[in-house]
T-cell receptor, first 115, second 114 residues
């Protein structure tokens, strides 16, 4: 029973480069969330998928951020033209159904550092 | 708008003593409330949730939380703290009324001294 898997665990990029962060949710989980966690802060919601449909992207900070889940399983968060303020831990979470009362299962995150 | 407040950055308690980590929330409708714990360089782990029903909910590792609607609070408690409980704790809220966004507090660091 694998949990939520995120890769890479650590990513260092130069300012202006594009990065792609991957999330493998628990098999069969309908709901998938992306969060940004700055140092010393709680997770901040970025976007939500129900299967392959992106139903809420209100938390994406700019149009440089893009997320997809084309087959309703693996998801990728892409950041274009990275800036130093993008440095954070990016967390992915999944849950079995789209009911708000379900707890979320989190991956260990990708720590992104922009130089 | 939804919000969560964890008024204490850090809570210090001696091993064996009871602990409380405070959380207050604000939602426009009825809340789903959650507590998660985070260990260094790891993702969040679910501890317990309040959906409806009894105001006192029990969760993992001996933790419990009390929902108080009038005070809009959902404090996390444990009767006897362990050194291994030392970690970062997050309260989170989601509005029944729809939307998919879960709002997390800023976190409270619990330090249990042997």
């Amino acid at each position: 029973g694998a949990g939520v898997s995120q890769s890479p665990r650590y990513k260092v990029a130069k300012r202006g480069q594009d990065v792609a962060l991957r999330c493998d949710p628990i098999s069969g989980h309908v709901s998938l969330f992306w969060y940004q966690q700055a140092l010393g802060q709680g997770p901040e919601f970025l976007t939500y998928f129900q299967n392959e449909a992106q139903l809420d992207k209100s938390g994406l900070p700019s149009d440089r951020f893009f997320a997809e889940r084309p087959e309703g399983s693996v998801s990728t968060l892409k950041i274009q033209r990275t800036q130093q303020e993008d440095s954070a831990v990016y967390l992915c979470a999944s849950s079995p159904e789209d009911r708000g009362n379900q707890p979320q299962h989190f991956g260990d995150g990708t720590r992104l550092s922009i130089l | 708008a939804q919000s969560v407040a964890q008024p204490e950055d850090q809570v210090n308690v001696a091993e064996g003593n009871p602990l409380t980590v405070k959380c207050t929330y604000s939602v426009s409708g009825n809340p789903y409330l959650f507590w998660y714990v985070q260990y260094p360089n790891r993702g969040l782990q679910f501890l317990l949730k309040y959906i409806t029903g009894d105001n006192l909910v029990k969760g993992s590792y001996g933790f419990e939380a009390e929902f108080n609607k009038s005070q809009t609070s959902f404090h996390l408690k444990k009767p006897s703290a362990l050194v291994s409980d030392s970690a970062l704790y997050f309260c989170a809220v989601r509005d029944w009324g729809g939307g998919f966004k879960t709002i997390f507090g800023a976190g409270t660091r619990l330090f249990v001294k042997a």
